[in-house]
């Protein structure tokens, strides 16, 4: 055991662990941040990213002390109470079915309109292919990440329903 | 009213107030939107009894704020069911919706409604919630006579406030009558299915909540991290558990080298018994550098366990049929078609044997697997004598049979509470991780978790049977499909059942044997066209290991459906082609002739769907093949079509076929469905895009892969699933609804889930062909296939 210093989401953690550990085991057995989910171990499906330096990582495959930065989990995209729009633009959507990837989903989507505010389909899907769902919300992601870029523009989305809930 | 991004609070309140009553008498944990209080101590150590269906208390209860929970024996694996129940019940109970929220699937909480399975939600399990509902109301009402001086009948109800129809000052709320009380109301039924009171559900027209599309409740939970899952579950005292998995099909375990791992940070036991091995340690990390490091020795088996897959359809056609029927008594009997047959309309043996002209055609359709997303996982706590057991598996109720029949326990003392998990497609590998860590912990006497890592997901999680399929078909002198022979051979001998305590794969590792496995089913198609002489049967071929074998089937969404329609619904196209006519126009004309069928009732929806599909995609009617295109990307578009009980789906696809690389693109896909009554269309519309790319997954990506000893396919990438690159520009979904039949308004509502994996691989198959002039057999369509089908046809 040693002791490792990471900061997620604006708080520091001090933890004695492993430095070999894989990210994902501290983040969701130490800290409680269980955004990220175990999908494979391989770094294959993208559920357990996070992101780092702009960059999102999986952390299935990062051993914990190789993280110099500050990571951004699922559960620090909100700020001040107020869902990131992509988060926003997913429950406008009705994105997930199970969820279960949805983190890997959204922390890379994230990334993606970081770096392109406005991306093409075909941006999209190279952007995103690295990011599985067994239950195949693609369609729905990519048609999110279409909504949430036109939000984050200040162009509001003309909503093509009326929801009422 | 827009839908906020978070539960209600007033909602969350409710939530709170009912955790801490369930906390005080039950120890649950309580594991949703946010709220997360695990329990040291259970302070009332169980048992925990079947909640009585026949009472009104098991399903409802009313706060003194007004508001209302709802306590369901089903669980919801992503398709929104648990927001349709509280539509259809916040209808009946005549309360609104946003003042109601509905707990599922947790043994000891609500009654046994089975889980999930089936697409069944709606179609049958929330009648009796509808029922159940509506006979609180008539109670409600009954109770607030006495206080009101007004009869029952003078009075009426608007969001859980009673009111008398003649002065509107009289009134009371439900609140204010029942809070903190109980109905006690009895209710009549022989079964949890067929459980009614006095008073009569709605009518359509009176339905004010569904039919509307309502946000689902689970999904801020879902977007923003703070929803708990079954994998996130921490139990003090709580240890990390990994399997060792045997490396090869029926190995049999000679030796552990335990000082191989003895001195790794946290390790603290090897648990084994037969072939089952697992190692425990304090942190998840651990367990899983522990169990890859576990020295352990096998013997291989004196025989192959299978063929390499790639021989496996020539074994399938080489290998007699068993001919035992299919064990009684399944479980699952109802979700598919007996083996059988044959089936005979006509004399088809006679017309073709004087028919000009006989087609002759045989598909193939590999295993394909689950393969959940996460490992399989479960969590046990032995605490004060019981077994809990926090899953997300779909049959929460027959999990907690299997884990007292494994254990040994009495069932009142195993309980399982359901949590939400990835995907849920029948037969996972959820309920073989649940009784792992139930029989650890037994052992150890602590909470254990238990995850498979991928490579044990993918090689062994039940698959999907492949199937071989004969077809014949020979046309009249008018071009009409006059004689068709469907014999379908399924690789489907040790068919597994849910939560079977002797057939779960630690059982088997552990050596419990049955006598005879449950043979599975080659399925009919559905028998769907007019066609005078035909004949169908089935038959099931078993390869050499039964058991012990990464190689075992069970029921993958729509059960042994996709398989046989891909094979019906490709030759139709065959014979269309052969008789020259336009495909969708081809089978309409089968399908006007139909007469048997509940007096046309699904040949009336199935016109109706087949014809919107077409006008949706704006479909030229023509001949298959269309002229090639001349370039590298080649373009067509294919058809099929298919129902499920009710339920009839149409699919059309416009694909691009690469020439130089033989990579498949579906550019655009069309899905018109007609479930009967829909409860949410937004729900529905995400259910069905994403069932028919399931389908696509199916048609162009998956299969299991092995070698004569073990699955080879063990990850996303010797197994891959359909990604963001394949999904079509455009999908259209066409919900519809309804009868034509004007005389039938009051349409119920039917499963809608599975029925849209069916058309979709020969959809794209028959694509594949309007572009290149190729018919492939053989799913999935993966771009290797693909190009070397091209280059054989010259293409």
Known sequence: MSSVTLKVNGRTHTLDVEPATPLLYVLRNDLGLQGPRFGCGLGQCGACKVIINGTAIPSCVMPVSAVKSEITTLEGLATKGKLHPLQQAWIDEQVPQCGFCQNGQIMTAKVLLDKIPHPTDRQIREAMNGTLCRCMSYYRVQTAIKRASKTIAGISPVSDKAVVA | ?795
């Open chain 2, 1 to 795: 009213m827009s839908a906020g991004s978070t539960i209600p609070k007033h909602i969350e309140e409710v939530l709170a107030t009912h955790r801490r009553g369930f906390l005080k008498s039950a120890g649950l944990l309580i594991a949703s939107f946010g709220g997360w209080a695990p329990l040291a101590n259970a302070e009332e150590p169980g048992p925990y009894p079947n909640p009585d269906f026949r009472q009104i208390d098991s399903w409802i209860v009313i706060h003194e704020n007004n508001t209302a929970t709802f306590y369901v024996g089903k669980t919801d694996p992503g398709q929104g069911t648990g927001t349709g129940f509280r539509q259809l019940m916040s209808d009946e109970l005549d309360i609104a919706f946003d003042k109601t929220t509905c707990i599922m699937g947790s043994t000891d909480i609500t009654v046994d409604q089975i889980g999930s399975g089936g697409s069944t939600a709606m179609e049958r399990d929330s009648w009796p919630m509808r029922r159940v509902a509506a006979e609180a109301r008539r109670v409600l009402l009954e109770m607030a006579s006495v206080p009101l001086g007004v009869p029952a009948d003078q009075l009426t109800v608007t969001d859980a406030v009673i009111t008398s129809k003649a002065d509107a000052s009289k009134r009371v709320t439900y609140g204010e009558l029942i809070a903190g009380k109980k109905f006690n109301v009895t209710l009549t039924g022989t079964n949890v299915t067929s459980v009614t009171g006095k008073a009569k559900t709605k009518s359509v027209p009176e339905l004010k909540y569904t039919g509307q599309p309502l946000h689902r409740d689970d999904i801020p939970g879902k977007v923003d991290g703070s929803l708990k899952w079954a994998v996130d579950v921490k139990l003090p005292g709580m240890v990390h558990a990994r399997n060792v998995k045997p490396p090869f099909a029926c190995a049999k375990l000679t030796a552990i080298d335990e000082s191989s791992v003895k001195s790794l940070p946290g390790f603290i036991k090897v648990m084994s018994k037969g072939n089952y091995v697992a190692v425990v340690c304090d942190r998840e990390e651990q367990a899983i550098r522990a169990a890859r490091q576990l020295k352990t020795t096998w013997e291989k088996p004196s025989t192959a366990p299978f063929p390499a897959s790639e021989k496996l359809f020539d074994y399938m056609r080489a290998t007699a049929p068993i001919a035992a029927p299919r064990a009684a008594g399944n479980a699952d009997a109802e979700t598919r078609n007996p083996v059988g047959g044959p089936i005979v309309v006509g004399n088809p043996d006679a017309f073709f044997s004087s028919a000009p002209k006989v087609l002759e055609a045989e598909y193939q359709i590999p295993f394909q697997g689950h393969t959940a997303f996460a490992g399989a996982h479960a969590t046990a706590d032995p605490s004060n004598g019981q077994m809990t057991i926090y899953s997300n598996d779909m049959k929460s109720y027959g999990m907690r049979r299997c884990v007292a029949a494994f254990l040994g326990m009495p069932e009142d003392r195993v309980r399982v509470v359901w949590m939400q998990g990835p995907q849920g497609f029948g037969r996972s590998a959820a309920e073989d991780a649940a009784c792992e860590a139930a029989w650890i912990a037994h052992e150890l006497g602590r909470p254990v978790r238990v995850q498979w890592m991928r490579d044990e997901e993918t090689a062994w999680d039940a698959k999907s049977p492949a199937f071989l399929v004969k077809m014949r078909g020979a046309l009249d002198g008018d071009g009409r499909l006059a004689a068709y022979d469907y014999r379908a051979r399924s690789c489907d001998y040790n068919h597994l059942g849910y939560n079977e305590p002797d057939t779960v794969l630690i059982a088997q590792l552990m050596g419990a044997r049955r006598e005879r496995p449950a043979a599975g089913s080659a399925s009919m198609p559905s028998d769907m066209y007019a066609i005078p002489h035909r004949k169908m049967a089935g038959e099931v071929v078993g390869l050499p290991a039964i058991w012990e074998t990464p190689l075992r089937t069970g029921n993958l969404r729509d059960p042994n459906g996709p398989q046989p329609t891909f094979a019906t619904e490709s030759f139709i196209d065959e014979m269309a082609a052969a008789a020259k006519t336009d495909p969708l126009e081809f089978r309409l004309n089968l399908i006007k002739g139909v007469v048997n069928d509940d007096g046309g009732f699904r040949r009336a929806r199935s016109i109706a769907v087949l014809k919107a599909a077409g006008e949706a995609f704006g479909w030229d009617a023509r001949p298959s093949p269309k002229r090639r295109d001349t370039g590298d990307i080649l373009k067509g578009r294919g058809a099929a079509y298919s129902f499920r009980g009710q339920t009839v789906v149409a699919q059309i696809a416009e694909v691009e076929v690469n020439r130089k690389t033989g990579h498949v693109w579906a550019k655009r896909l069309v899905c018109a469905h007609d479930c009967g009554l829909v409860i949410n269309p937004e729900s529905l519309r995400r259910t069905i895009e994403c069932g028919t790319l399931h389908g696509l997954s199916r048609a162009l990506h998956e299969e299991v892969q092995f070698n004569t000893e073990k699955v080879t396919s063990l990850d996303w990438v010797s197994h891959p699933t359909l990604r963001h690159a394949d999904i079509p520009e455009r999908i259209d979904v066409v919900l519809v609804n309804g009868d034509p039949n004007p005389k039938r308004p009051d349409l119920p509502p039917y499963g809608a889930g599975e029925a849209t994996l069916k058309p979709m691989l020969a959809a794209i198959g028959n694509a594949i062909y309007d572009a290149t002039g190729v018919r492939i057999r053989r799913v999935p369509f993966r771009d290797d296939r693909v190009l070397a089908a091209l280059k054989a046809a010259g293409v």
